[in-house]
């Protein structure tokens, strides 16, 4: 849950969160144990020793049945979540597991892998504190792609994430097109020109200078900084955007604005979903999948020797 929502929480609502969280932690270690057995992907949790934040890096993993009986390589999918969240919440509280499952299982996708990296209050940027964007662009990727049977190249790497995880996704897309082939960004947090003032995005330290919100570094950090950039680069990445219709902080409105910049520019590659919710994981959880079938419909099929 984003440091947003607590907020309008209150103080018993920050207890509640974090009685959840303690919960789905619980959750998160079941998962682990008996994903193979109640589900057809595996999950674990594994760490990095990152250069770029000082400290170790966890991530989650999601490997498609057969992976490990098999000699296949797969596209993968970095999955980013939300302000404050970590390397379980797409688990937890999206069911993304279930979802990819399911879809694979049904014929609807091909089998690929999930990469969940827990980013905490970073919004996956390089801001005046942490460099986060170096730590999963420039160290994460790298391990996965030497630890991993993956399809080390363009066609099969994908990006996706919700609110500042989708801040985070539309950043990279627009600056790495070389290595994504399509991206989902679900309830952006891509507001132009500013943040809502009820937003993390105001109070968390890479949008921050002298302990106060920075509009400079706001508008380095946003996508509408990278858009010509992007265009110069003449890469296209295919992208899903959706949003809440009833998104407290007008997501729909500031989504619209991306959408309208990407069909001017790539009319065919870009989709854009409104749909009845707030800012908050029924949206997501509802159409991560939607946004897997229209991702993986861009990326390279499982490749290599099959068992």
Known sequence: MSSSVMDRLGFWGAVSARVRRGLSLVAM????????????????????????????????????????????????LFLLHGNGGNENEWLVSGQVQQTADKLIKDGRVQPFIIVMPGGGSTWWVDGNKDKAESAWIGELIPHIDASYRTIAERGGRMVAGLSAGGFGTVSAAFKYPELFVSAAALSPAIYSPTPPGHSSAMRVAPFQKDGRFDQASWDRLNYTAHWEAYKAKKMVVPMYINSGDHDTFSIAYHAAGLFQKLFEYQPKLVEFRVIDGDHEWSVWRDTIGDAIRYMTGFASRPTGVKP
């Open 29 to 76: 270690a079941f998962i682990v144990l008996a994903g193979p057995l109640a589900t057809a992907g595996e999950v674990t949790l594994h760490s990095i020793k990152s250069k770029a934040l000082g400290t170790d890096y966890k991530y989650t993993v999601y490997l498609p049945d057969g992976y490990e009986s098999g000699r296949l390589r797969y596209p993968v």
